[in-house]
Nanobody
Framework: QVQLVESGGGLVQAGGSLRLSCAASVSIFNINTMGWYRQAPGKQRELVAAIIRGNTNYADSVKGRFTISRDNAKNTVYLQMNSLKPEDTAVYYC?????????WGQGTQVTVSS
């Protein structure tokens, strides 16, 4: 079992920044795939960014603005979000895939005001 706890969400003005954190209950050293998804009201959950075997992938809508990183020593994955836009408003979820099992956090709300 892997428990994921997100933090760092909040209300920010357009153009501002936030850093989300995802703390895992177990060592993430051997978890090859970790990522961030988001879900806006009335929309499907979508991939924002992922680290897969050390390689990073980003949704086109966030490239150049968001950065995903991981700290294995702290069992934590981060999402640095810069130049935020109102369309980035959503609940952001941390995701981990370990031994073919998928785990989700409870989500953290990010609201960007115009």
């Amino acid at each position: 079992q892997v428990q994921l706890v997100e933090s760092g969400g909040g209300l920010v003005q357009a153009g501002g920044s936030l850093r989300l954190s995802c703390a895992a209950s177990v060592s993430i050293f051997n978890i090859n795939t970790m990522g961030w998804y988001r879900q806006a009201p009335g929309k499907q959950r979508e991939l924002v960014a992922a680290i897969i075997r050390g390689n990073t992938n980003y949704a086109d809508s966030v490239k150049g603005r968001f950065t995903i990183s991981r700290d294995n020593a702290k069992n934590t994955v981060y999402l640095q979000m810069n130049s935020l836009k109102p369309e980035d408003t959503a609940v952001y979820y941390c995701n981990a895939i370990k031994w073919s099992l998928t785990y989700w956090g409870q989500g953290t709300q990010v609201t960007v005001s115009s």
